[in-house]
Structures are given as structure tokens and as C-alpha cells.
């Protein structure tokens, strides 16, 4: 269930979204930077493609990011004509090579350094795994970066509620954060859906961090 309707009132209606391009090189074309730019980060299978069709409600925004050539570039798209959901290439696919495996971090650590419209971060974690180093990699890059960050932790319907707790202490301890910037989500149930909305919100209306 995406949104019940005797639920309280959904915090992102979707009425738009239009696909604005993909950035496939640090420093190579992207969209101007005009509306505030939510980044969505994580490795690659953690459910990122799931959790934003269930965001937005549409396929059309996996169907793009997932599209062969697509998959390693920052994929832009436009969201009610407000703002812009910048999905970041997935990162630390275990089956290519080492000297690949480091080649995602020119291309989002340029994006998400150069943005002047990136308003947040979103880091997906899958919440059956310890974090990789990848995973750490990235945390650590948006600690020095200092971008307003929030962590989703992906999958959650296959943990049990006493997993979830553990799990969620062992985070904030290990990624340094606190809980309240944990967000449980599941794509296959909608678990999270509106509190992400919510909390991109939130970063959508806070002042510019840089
Ligand atoms: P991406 O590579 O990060 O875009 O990952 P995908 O969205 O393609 O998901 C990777 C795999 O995890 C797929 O097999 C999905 O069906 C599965 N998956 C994604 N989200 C969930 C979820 O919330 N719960 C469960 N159980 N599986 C999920």
C-alpha cells in the first residue's frame, strides 16, 4: 500500500515527473541548477529503484535508471516542477574489478561537491548487511562534506522487530548519526514511504547549506 487514504494526508502528492537527463562524467553536462536537488545514494541492489517508484508511485524512474548505459551515470528528474530527485549511479557492484569498483567516486563525489542546488543526501543501506566499506566510504564523504544527510535503510520487511532494533542501535553507532536521521523503509510493503517524503521535505524547506 503506497498511501491509505484514512491515513493522514499524504506529504508528497505527485502530480509530475519528468526525466531530465543524466550526468555521465564529473564535470559533464547536467541539468541547470534552478530547483532544489535531493541526492539519492546507496550501493548498487539495495533497493534504491524500488524505493523510488514507491517515492513517486511510477515505474518510469527505475525503467530510466536502470536502462543500459544509464545504470553508472546521475539521473536527474524533475518532481512537480518543484524539485529534482538526482539518482546517483550505484556504487560497489561486487562482481567488477577493483580499479572499477573505485571509479564511482569521481562522478557522485563531483556531483554531490559541485551542486550549488543540492539541498540533502540520502545514503540507502540495506538493513540485512553491516555496512560495506563503500557504504563507510560514502558516510564518511558526507560528514566532510557537510550536507544535510539522512539514512534509509532499505528491505526492513525482512527483519523481525527485535532485528530492527539491534540493528538500527548498531547504525547510529557505526555511521556516527542519530536515530532520529534513520529512516525504516520497505518498498515491498510501503513501510517509510510517507516519513521519506516527509523528511525530503523537510530538507527541501531548509535553508541552503552552502
Ligand atoms: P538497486 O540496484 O539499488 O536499484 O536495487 P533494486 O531496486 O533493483 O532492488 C534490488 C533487489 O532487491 C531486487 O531483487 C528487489 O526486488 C529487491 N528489493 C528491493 N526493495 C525491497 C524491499 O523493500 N523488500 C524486499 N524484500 N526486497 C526488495
Redesign the pocket.
Known amino acids: 500500500m503506497s498511501h491509505s487514504p484514512d491515513a493522514t494526508p499524504n506529504p508528497l502528492v505527485i502530480r509530475s515527473l519528468e526525466f531530465l537527463g543524466g550526468m555521465a562524467e564529473s564535470g559533464g553536462w547536467r541539468p541547470p541548477p534552478d530547483l532544489p536537488e535531493v541526492a539519492f545514494a546507496?550501493?548498487?541492489?539495495?533497493?534504491?529503484?524500488?524505493?523510488l517508484?514507491r517515492l513517486v508511485g511510477r515505474r518510469k524512474l527505475?525503467r530510466v535508471?536502470?536502462t543500459p548505459g544509464r545504470t553508472r551515470e546521475v539521473n536527474f528528474f524533475k518532481v512537480n516542477d518543484r524539485f529534482v530527485i538526482a539518482d546517483l549511479p550505484?556504487y560497489g557492484y561486487a562482481r567488477v574489478s577493483k580499479e572499477r569498483r573505485a571509479s564511482w567516486r569521481p562522478l557522485i563525489e563531483g556531483y554531490l561537491g559541485g551542486s550549488t542546488a543540492l539541498r540533502g543526501v540520502v545514503l540507502?543501506l540495506d538493513s540485512r548487511r553491516d555496512p560495506s566499506p563503500d557504504d563507510l566510504a560514502m558516510r564518511e564523504y558526507l560528514g566532510e562534506l557537510g550536507a544535510p544527510s539522512l539514512f534509509a535503510l532499505?528491505?526492513?520487511?525482512?527483519l523481525s522487530r527485535a532485528q530492527v532494533a539491534t540493528r538500527v542501535a548498531t547504525l547510529a553507532q557505526t555511521l556516527d548519526v542519530g536515530e532520529d536521521q534513520i529512516v525504516l523503509?520497505?518498498?515491498?510493503?510501503g513501510r517509510g514511504r510517507d516519513e521519506l517524503a516527509e523528511a525530503l521535505e523537510a530538507l527541501l524547506e531548509a535553508p541552503p547549506w552552502r
Open positions: 546507496g550501493r548498487s541492489n539495495v533497493g534504491k529503484s524500488a524505493l517508484n527505475a535508471s536502470n550505484g540507502l532499505t528491505k526492513i520487511d525482512k523503509t520497505s518498498a515491498e510493503t
